[in-house]
């Protein structure tokens, strides 16, 4: 695997393969700082992000790499510098690897075809955020151990989300039923062929979710009015406390941040037992390493 760009196409033996890869980088694992000693990493994010480009950081450096951590804040962009010289400047530096975050759908494909280094995907536009899905299915199964027969939620703005298509792929792909729920405006079309249940009543599928994934409402990528308010919003689709006391027993509740407190989720359901948010998080480095390590082979 040269570069990862996307979760859609995979097969579930190459899910496994990666997850079961990304157990051995866990904390208390051996020693993995060998791997990229000497090497360089290439954050290049032209979008803010803190929990992707820290884990990408910090996954980085586990392996023994060097980091360049670019931004376009301050950057050549802002002269007019196009992405393909941008990219190809920093494949001048040498990196063994740039990991990329652009709000173009399909821009991380573009410079793949134009580099000689691994080109990993750390979410393009509304298309796919690849190692999100990764980190979240990680998770699920270091709970479940399997996958198969569960019922993972996925509720809120799944029009602009990409950590909705990565996850819709992959957790299919590894055995679970997928529902989308979410007001009409923000659901697109097309959800059904791709395997997903689609329903705009949360508290109607909510008793059957082993796991419930809230996205945040990404009011930056909205030209249009999609909602009256977020107040409403929440009403409708949020996860508070008398919602969280009707799922199931042993079922989680999942966010891939930032959490937007009151809207998404009430303060004490993202804080509460079901909450594996930060095991999310602290899941996302083992993931990433086990991403760099392949990629980079």
């Known amino acids: 695997m040269r570069h990862l760009l996307g979760i859609e196409g995979w097969r579930r033996d190459e899910l496994e393969s990666l997850l079961d890869r990304a157990k051995a980088h866990l904390p208390g694992g051996p020693d ?3 791997l990229l000693r000497g090497k360089v990493v290439a954050n290049l994010f032209f979008e803010d992000s803190t929990r992707t480009r820290t884990s990408f950081h910090m996954a980085a450096k586990g392996l023994g790499a060097s980091v360049l951590n670019w931004t376009h ?16 400047n920093i494949e001048a530096t040498g ?9 173009s759908s399909g821009a991380p494909h573009l410079v793949a075809k134009h580099v000689k280094c691994a080109v990993i995907n ?26 198969d027969g569960r019922t993972v939620l996925i ?25 989308m729920c979410g007001p009409p405006t923000l659901m697109p079309p097309g959800l059904e062929a791709l395997g997903a249940e689609v329903t705009h009543n949360l508290d109607a599928v909510l008793p059957r979710a082993d796991a419930v994934m809230c996205l945040r409402v990404q ?16 009403r409708l689709f949020g996860l508070n406390a008398a919602r969280e006391e009707r799922m199931k027993a042993g079922a989680v509740v999942m966010h891939p941040g930032p959490v937007n407190r009151g809207v998404e989720l009430a303060p004490a359901v993202a804080d509460g037992a079901r909450s594996v948010i930060l095991e999310q998080v ?4 083992a993931v990433r390493r086990a991403i760099l390590e392949v990629c980079t082979a």
């Open 282 to 285: 602290s899941n996302g480095v």
């Open 155 to 179: 509720v809120g703005d799944v029009l602009h989300s990409r950590v909705a298509r990565s996850n819709l792929h992959c957790l299919k792909a590894l055995g679970a039923q997928v529902v």
């Open 73 to 88: 804040t301050g950057s050549s962009v802002s002269k007019g510098e196009t992405l393909l010289d941008t990219a190809r």
């Open 95 to 103: 990196p063994v690897a740039i990991v990329m975050r652009h709000r």
């Open 122 to 147: 750390a979410g393009d536009g509304t298309h796919e955020h690849p190692s999100q899905a990764l980190l979240d299915a990680f998770t699920l199964r270091q709970r479940w151990g399997s996958l």
């Open 32 to 34: 993995t700082t060998h």
């Open 219 to 234: 009011l930056e990528r909205q030209e249009q009015a999609f909602l009256p308010s977020t107040r409403e919003y929440a």
